[in-house]
Nanobody
Framework: QVQLVESGGGLVQPGGSLRLSCAAS????????MGWYRQAPGKQREVVAD???????NYADSVKGRFSISRDNAKRMVYLQMNSLKPEDTAVYYC??????????WGQGTQVTVSS
């Protein structure tokens, strides 16, 4: 059974930082592409950052230069370092995994609130 478990969310002031973590189990992590998505109230879920099995990364324009995605294949972990947080970054953040050939998995989400 595949599980993706996020942690690290919370309340932070504007300009602050948070590091989200996602622990994967039950899947061949090293050959899976991983990503972080977010969903704000009343909005659709959107991709925040993505990292391929080879380590190539992509970011949403809204987070470029502020967020950084990374992975540790030995630990089966993916991370999202979020700096210079803004109120508009407030959302539930979801870990996403895509294992060949076409399987997609989601975590349960972790709340990030940016507010003074």
């Amino acid at each position: 059974q595949v599980q993706l478990v996020e942690s690290g969310g919370g309340l932070v002031q504007p300009g602050g930082s948070l590091r989200l973590s996602c622990a994967a189990s039950g899947m061949i992590f090293s050959i899976s592409d991983m990503g972080w998505y977010r969903q704000a109230p009343g909005k659709q879920r959107e991709v925040v950052a993505d990292i391929t099995r080879g380590g190539n990364t992509n970011y949403a324009d809204s987070v470029k230069g502020r967020f950084s995605i990374s992975r540790d294949n030995a630990k089966r972990m993916v991370y999202l370092q979020m700096n210079s947080l803004k109120p508009e970054d407030t959302a539930v953040y979801y870990c996403n995994g895509r294992a060949p050939p076409e399987a997609t998995y989601w975590g349960q989400g972790t709340q990030v609130t940016v507010s003074s």
